[in-house]
């Protein structure tokens, strides 16, 4: 079992930035991929940022806004959020696959408006 838990969301105006951690426990060493979904009211979830065996990948939508990076002293995965768009605003989801396996956040609210 992973247990993954999420900080940083909150309201923010278009063009700032926040940066999303996410803490992951338990079976860790079982992880091979480490990501970022989001959903936003009314519309599926979906992929914003992927780590898997040291690469990125990125939503089209987030490309050179967004940046996903780890610490593994700590266990933990971050999104950096820059020019953040009204468009951006979600629930935030960190996601750990291990093989079949998918383990989930409890998610963190990030709005933005003015």
């Known amino acids: 079992q992973v247990q993954l838990v999420e900080s940083g969301g909150g309201l923010v105006q278009p063009g700032g930035s926040l940066r999303l951690s996410c803490v992951a426990s338990?079976?860790?060493?079982?992880?091979?991929?480490m990501g970022w979904y989001r959903q936003a009211p009314g519309k599926e979830r979906e992929l914003v940022a992927q780590?898997?065996?040291?690469?990125?990948n990125y939503a089209d939508s987030v490309k050179g806004r967004f940046a996903i990076s780890r610490d593994n002293t700590k266990n933990t995965v971050y999104l950096q959020m820059n020019s953040l768009k009204p468009e951006d605003t979600a629930v935030y989801y960190c996601?750990?696959?291990?093989?079949?396996?998918?383990?989930w956040g409890q998610g963190t609210q990030v709005t933005v408006s003015s």
């Open positions: 996601n750990g696959a291990a093989g079949p396996y998918h383990y």
């Open positions: 780590l898997v065996g040291g690469r990125t």
């Open positions: 338990g079976s860790i060493r079982s992880i091979n991929a």
